[in-house]
């Protein structure tokens, strides 16, 4: 009974009936609403609720306007520091300039080397050089690099700390570069001997026969097939078919391509650094006294002339002038 009162005063006291009245201050006739108590007090809630939210949003954008402008602080610091960079990096990169025309030239070189020998290593003592100065050029759009590979060194660096290293590279550069560039000179010209050396060792089979040939007389004494004395033979014969081409086995100059008594038709090929080669016994030449030929270029056609007893290439090799066992080159 006392929880039904309590109930029913409840309700009474919440849908009681209350008046509320207007009264304009100007003339104007008076307007009154009688509404239910529980929405009165529901709109104060609405009221303190809407309040409420507005205190909380005004309290969080003041503190996003104070932390915002410690932001703008921090960034004006940052700002100054930065165009102190800047200034710095860009001094570097006129340094960094000069250097870059001389690292091409060292690339150059480094490319006529490595060309020469075909070995990607001979120019990899530039590398260093080279990413450095790359390093300098991406750091100035604003990547984040590490410029010499590693594990890192400059990573986590304070950034003038990091502009000194870069200048103490330079420097060090500086000095080096022109090492290098001496090395590299020496280096192309060894190689560049080296090679002309090589092209003209004589060097392989002095036929395009595929395999057919054969060694028919060796270099050394032998009787002689046409006097039957014992003679010095001072090339190999290599038995051949008419017809089949004779290939230099070294670069070089044709000296001398014609008739040449027991030699027959015959060329004599000057290679440098002392050696020379001579093909005789052909039935045709392909090239003239005064031509330069490379190795693998034919030169004539194998035959039978001159003091000869079938067809064959007679083969020489001579170093300043004295005859050598080609046997040794042909392995070569």
């Not at 480094?110 to 003592?125: K, P, R």
Request: glycine share 8%; proline share 3%.
């Amino acid at each position: 009974m006392r929880a039904r009162k309590i109930k029913r005063r409840l309700k009474n006291y919440l849908f009681e009936r209350i008046t509320l009245s207007f009264v304009p201050h100007s003339r104007g006739r008076m307007r009154s609403f009688r509404l239910p108590r529980f929405i009165i007090l529901l709109l104060f809630l609405c009221l303190i609720g809407y309040m409420s939210i507005v205190t909380y949003l005004y309290k969080g954008s003041l503190d996003q306007n104070q932390t915002a402008n410690a932001k703008i602080d921090e960034l004006t610091i940052v700002q100054t520091e930065n165009i102190s960079l800047k200034a710095g990096l860009a001094q570097v990169a006129k340094e960094t300039d000069a250097m870059r025309k001389v690292l091409l030239e060292l690339e150059k070189k480094g490319e006529n080397i490595e060309a020469l020998i075909s070995d990607e290593q001979t120019v990899a003592s530039n590398e260093k050089v080279k990413d450095l100065i790359l390093f300098n050029y991406r750091l100035l759009d604003g990547e984040s690099v590490n410029p010499l590979g590693g594990g890192g060194e400059y990573l986590n660096t304070n950034a003038f700390d990091l502009l000194s290293q870069i200048r103490e590279e330079l420097r060090m550069l500086r000095v080096e570069l022109p090492l290098q560039d001496e090395i590299l000179v020496d280096l192309e010209g060894e190689v560049e001997d080296y090679n002309a050396l090589k092209a003209a060792t004589p060097t392989g089979w002095p036929l395009d026969d595929d395999g057919k040939g054969y060694i028919s007389s060796e270099y050394g004494f032998r009787k002689d097939p046409v006097t039957s004395q014992n003679t010095f033979h001072e090339g190999l014969d290599i038995g051949i078919w008419y017809g089949t081409p004779v290939i230099a086995t070294a670069d070089g100059k044709v000296t001398y391509a014609d008739w040449m008594g027991s030699y027959g038709r015959v060329v004599f090929i000057d290679h440098g650094y002392g050696y020379q080669t001579r093909y005789a016994h052909n039935s045709k030449l392909a090239v003239q006294s005064g031509q330069y030929v490379k190795r693998g270029d034919v030169i004539a056609y194998s035959g039978n002339s001159g003091k000869s007893t079938g067809p064959h290439l007679h083969y020489e090799v001579r170093v300043n002038g004295v005859p050598k066992n080609p046997r040794s080159y042909i392995k070569n």
